[in-house]
């Protein structure tokens, strides 16, 4: 079995069994978890959502955190009184604000498709998606207007994988922050069949035979000699912006996030500030075991747009946005659990968040390989220059600094400047 231990969040490629799976998790002591945030007035509890445990052998683990309890940065800033009827986290404005995006949002994506990965089905996902729209006076996106399509990894809209409560609220996530960023993009939701590489992989295949030119994947696994494989049976796709979450469990390389073909998205914790921005970023760490993902991957080749000079091999990440639930993001959700506004983070907001940003700034140059624009508009970005994610024996591994660093790449988006050709 392969992990990412010491992490207590664990990703898989393959294990040996279910059994192996369930002992690996006990040991790692999932669960609820209470963190004390300097951006809140008091504790903020959150818990990984089902989805960031696999389901059984050689599954892979979404990247989604949902806050259960505690005062979010948003509703310390805003001196709300926690209610499950009314969001909780950073809605559009906010992200917009903070990214110098509000401009672009309201004029930019039409014609656009985002696509979003995931496993399982949600059967409420086009009901939720409307009352996120709704509420925050966004435009419809329903399958009736053509702005809403869900299909299976093979295509179809009606043979759909069967349902599952813990994707639903990734699936809930990643649509709500797609919409956020571009709201008039249209939007394809690709359910693979279970969580496995091969699945998910083949559903970014049918994303993009669909005509999606933005692909989010919000799901991670350990590394393995066989990386270098699925980059080209599922992500090498010129022309398509494909974008990674880099994980939630603290300094250490994941795959898909370490595809040399892909953008990887790092994450960080967003207050608001008495800057000329508005706005502050530092690295999301909560803990050892805890905070966005970076690192030096073991088996993908560098690309050649990445010059740092510590890591011979590809280097994760490339760009980041939010992703610590204590700062989070608001997610209408309804299956499975009782329906209602929820706050969630982990950096499988940040994947679909920058998928959106990419949308905004244009179709990519057909040859292209997008995740190389950041590095040839570095002043274009949020440069994010405190905090860490862990310790590692090579300091921009894990720790912020001026330029590039492994936690949060070039920065965050300051407008699209950065994710055009």
């Known amino acids: 079995m392969r992990s990412n231990f010491p992490h207590t969040r664990l990703r898989w490629h393959r294990v040996g069994s279910a059994t192996a799976v369930t002992a690996a998790l006990v040991l790692a002591g999932f669960g609820t978890a209470v963190h004390a945030d300097a951006t809140t007035s008091s504790k903020v509890t959150w818990a990984a959502t089902p989805c960031a445990t696999p389901k059984k052998a050689g599954e892979l683990a979404c990247d989604s955190l949902r806050v259960t309890g505690g005062t979010t940065a948003f509703q310390k800033a805003r001196g709300i009184t926690p209610k499950a009827a009314t969001p909780s986290g950073y809605g559009p404005s906010d992200l917009q604000s903070a990214y110098g995006l509000t401009a672009a949002s309201a004029s930019n994506g039409s014609g656009e498709t985002i696509a979003i990965v995931d496993a399982y089905n949600d059967p409420n996902a086009e009901a939720d998606l ?157 803990s050892s075991t805890e905070g966005t993902g970076s690192g030096c991957s073991s ?79 570095t002043s274009s970005l949020n440069d994010v220059t405190s905090g860490n994610n862990g310790s590692c024996s090579t300091s921009y591994f894990c720790t912020a600094t001026s330029g590039y660093d492994g936690p949060t790449g070039w920065g965050t988006p300051n407008g699209v400047s950065a994710f055009t050709s």
Not at 169 to 195: F, G, Q, T, Y
Not at 255 to 279: E, I, N
Request: glycine share 10%; net charge negative.
């Open 130 to 286: 409307a009352k996120y729209r709704s509420y925050y006076g966004l435009p419809a996106c329903t399958t009736a207007n053509g702005c809403f399509k869900k299909v299976s990894q093979t295509g179809s809209t009606t043979s759909l994988p069967r349902s599952d409560a813990g994707w639903s609220e990734e699936i809930s996530l990643d649509l709500d922050m797609v919409s956020a960023i571009a709201p008039n993009a249209k939007i394809l939701l690709v359910e693979a069949k279970s969580a496995t590489m091969t699945n998910l992989g083949t559903a970014v295949n049918e994303a993009v035979t669909l005509g999606a030119k933005f692909v989010s994947n919000s799901y991670g696994g350990s590394e393995s000699s066989a990386d270098t494989t699925y980059d080209s049976s599922y992500f090498n796709h010129p022309g398509v912006a494909i974008t990674v979450s880099a994980g939630d469990g603290g300094y250490g390389a994941e795959y898909p996030a370490a595809s040399k073909y892909v953008t990887s998205v790092g994450g960080t914790a967003l207050s608001t500030s008495s800057s000329t921005r508005g706005w502050s970023e530092t690295v999301w760490n909560t």
């Open 299 to 377: 088996y993908d080749a560098k690309p050649s747009w990445q010059t740092d000079t510590g890591c011979t091999k590809r280097m994760i990440s490339d760009v980041s946005a939010v992703a610590d639930p204590a700062t989070g993001v608001s997610v209408y959700d309804s299956y499975g659990i009782t329906a209602g506004w929820y706050t969630f983070g982990g950096t499988s907001a940040s994947s679909p968040i920058i998928a959106a940003v990419y949308a905004l700034a244009g179709t990519p140059g057909s040859s292209d390989y997008p995740a190389q624009y950041p590095y040839k508009h």
